[in-house]
């Protein structure tokens, strides 16, 4: 089937997201909550954009959108802008330290909204995509929690977490920047737990925490790892050039 | 010949110590027995909707029905059996008239009712009771159906949901049956959250067979085995009484594995909702259940196609539920006849706020606000001119006095930007700030949203701040057109039905009564006298009586003045509470800005 989206045909399975298709095109649209590895839940609403369908035209969240039918998309239109705008002004006034959030608000030429109060120094935009990527790695160890305008991320009763492995997945996906993994020399600091590095047996490089290590091994029935991804690549390479080449 | 007491034990009622009244009777008739002419049989019944006039105490089949009764008045009640009715306990209709009956009642006789066809009349703990009255007759004629005819029925019968949205039932069925892919699940939504709406909890309480039969003939219609009710916590006896029902329909083979004895089986539980009102959401609903947070998911997949762990789930309102066994008895065209072309059949509103009766009213759809604020109603309390009346919740609208005469259907009131709501419906005087209320409603939604999507969240914080600066005095020129931006970000882009319409309270006030708005930010004045910080209490000499009611209904002794001669009010002693104006029987108190005096 094929849909338009800003003019440009697109073709595309029926059920497939909206943004899947968009980004597969090559045709930008901006998100704040979407990753890749994780399911679509719409939270920020930046990926707005305006759908017709048949005359019709609706708002519609292109990251949980599945294409039905033809259609012709506007990422841009008026609507969307004068939306997107206010989301992303909404946002800047709860994270106006964050750098991305700033970003975008220029891009899009927001507006300022001087009426409107700041939450305080945040950088926190409330997606979730950290709990989300914690949910999948299958700790859980942080979640959000209260509800409403009170809505916050933490660990349960905001006390250092039993469940949590110190692998800061949280802070990576998150889109802007505000989880902070204070990491030294020989620890990580984390949801107010510090964990131990454990380094590269070969290389001394950092290779995670040991309840990450650990973790890691026993889903995957394996050895707890002792090497970095380097030294181990260059550890099979031997291995396979003793059995298979050079012995011979 | 042998009486029937029905002595209501709503949940209202039994605030009321309706128990007590039930064992006072109980000891009257023990004492009695000896020498009783008439035998008598006391039963519990569930809410009759008029819970202001409470305990209220009905005599089977003489249809005497008796008010605000005290265990006192047992021995009245059970001496005057088969006699002449205890006069003090009827009610007194308008013209101060006792009425006997409730058919002779104006609250209740221009109610038809339906979904509270049996509620204070069966023994909601007693199955045989439901039965005697055609209980799980249509039950048993839908295990005679296809699901096919059972699904075109309900849709020749035009009814929409209950909950709020008014989605037809029967086609939310036909496409749940349409799907190929088991288990199905049904779901009845009892998570009922609106302030002052109790309808959903009265049927539950009073009449919880009905619900399970409706529900066992849609998992007929649909294919399901399997169900869940979620209940709120708060509703205590309603848990009490529909786990009672689901046991008793279980050990009699009504319900469980085999259907009446047929081939079809269906187990039935309740999910207890831990007091979060999104969670009436359905697909918030339904992450409760599952044990995930109670936050709603977009719907652009149906919950029908994809709900409960991803199988197709039917979600029907527990009003909803209610209404199928009669449909299905009565056939679906029967039902069509009642209510308007796009709302049939009859509709509970619980009305409440500032009307002289006050209660849970089943009426046809379609009927003019008037007829219910009115006829039902008994008009506004103290016959002061009637402002606007708040249907559909948190997410409803201000309708005001120039639409009394709008008919009340799905349709209509979404039209004038209000909805119908679960049917909550609050009536307000011109003593109401318009201001205040919609901050009222946006505040409760900013406390009782999820917090999953940025207009929501962000939205509806700002859009509180905003409200209560007007309500303060701290309005500035633009609020009104920042707050209708706000709420076109809402409408448009937030990820669920709660979002959506958050804004309606605020957009409907604003369109009907924006001078309101205005007088607050430009003239600090609250016009209606409510917000304390723009008003300041005076009292019109020329209408004191100095009665001197005032001076003794104030909290700060800031009235002053001797019997007989008039009164006055210290400003800086005066907390703005406004007792004194509830009780000034000449309207002498007056409000004016803050600053003018």
Known sequence: MTIYIEGKACECDKGEYLLDVAQRNGVFIPTLCDHKGLAGQGCCRVCIVEIEIRGWSNVVTSCVYPVEQECKVYVNSDKIMRQRGMILS?????????????????????????????????RCIM?????????????GAITTAYRGTEK?????????????IGCGSCAKVCPTNAIKAEEGQDFRRIWGKTFRLMRCTECGEVIGTPE????????????????????????????????????? | MSRIILVCCGTGCLANDSMKVVEALREQIALDRRDAQVQAVIKETGCNGFCENGPIVKIMPDD?????????????IIGSLGGEPVERLLYRGADGKRVKSQH????????????????????????????????????????????????????????????????????????????????????????????GAFMDRSILDGDPHSVLEGMAIGALAVGAKEGFLYIRDEYGLALRNVQKAILDAEKAGILGDSVMGGPHSLRLSIVRGGGAFVCGESTALMASIEGRVGE??????????????????????????????????????????????????????????????????????????????????GGIINDRPFKAVQTGGPSGGCIPAHMLDLPVDFDTLTEYGAMMGSGGMIVMDDRSCMVEVARYYVNFLCEESCGKCTPCREGLRHMRDIMTDICEGRGRDGDIELLEALCETLTDSALCALGKSAPNPVLTTIRYFREEYEAHIKRSICPAGVCKSLTSFYIDKDKCMGCSLCKRQC?????????????????????????CREVCRFEAVKTTGRCLV
């Open chain 1, 90 to 122: 909404l946002l800047y006034k709860r994270a106006p330290e964050s750098k991305e959030i700033e970003q975008m608000c220029r891009f899009y030429k927001t507006p300022e909204l001087p009426r409107l109060k700041q939450q305080g120094g945040n």
């Open chain 1, 127 to 139: 997606c979730g995509l950290c709990t989300r990527a914690c949910m999948a790695l299958g700790s």
């Open chain 1, 152 to 164: 916050a991320i933490a660990t349960p009763y905001d006390e250092p977490s039993a469940d949590c």
């Open chain 1, 212 to 248: 990450e290590i650990e973790y890691t091994a026993q889903k995957l029935s394996m050895e707890p790892a002792v090497l970095c991804e380097a030294c181990r690549r260059k550890k099979i390479a031997a291995v396979m050039a003793h059995t298979y080449g050079e012995n011979e």
């Open chain 2, 64 to 76: 005497i029905s008796y008010y605000k009764v005290k265990p006192a008045d047992a021995t009245a």
């Open chain 2, 104 to 195: 002779e009642n104006p609250f209740y006789s221009p109610q038809i009712k339906i979904a509270l066809r049996n509620i204070g009349v069966i023994d909601p703990g007693d199955l045989q009771d439901y039965i005697s009255r055609g209980g799980y007759e249509a039950l048993k004629k839908a295990l005679s159906m296809t699901p096919e005819e059972i699904i075109s029925e309900v849709e020749a019968s035009g009814l929409r949901g209950r909950g709020g949205a008014g989605f037809s039932t029967g086609r939310k069925w036909r496409t749940a049956a349409g799907y190929d892919n088991f288990p199905k699940y049904i779901v009845c939504n009892g998570d009922e959250g609106d302030p």
């Open chain 2, 296 to 377: 709603p998911r977009a719907k652009y997949i149906r919950s029908v196609q994809r709900g409960l762990w991803d199988q197709p789930t039917v979600l029907n309102n527990v009003e909803t539920l209610a209404n199928i066994p009669v449909i299905i008895q009565d056939g679906g065209s029967q039902f069509a006849r009642i209510g308007t072309e796009k709302s049939k059949g009859t509709k509970v509103f619980a009305l409440v706020g500032k009307v002289k009766r006050t209660g849970l009213v089943e009426v046809p759809m379609g009927v003019s606000l008037r007829h219910l604020i009115y006829d039902i109603g």
């Open chain 2, 555 to 579: 909290p700060v002794g800031a009235v002053s003045g001797e019997l007989k001669a008039t009164h006055a009010i210290d400003g800086d002693a005066c907390i703005s509470c406004g007792g």
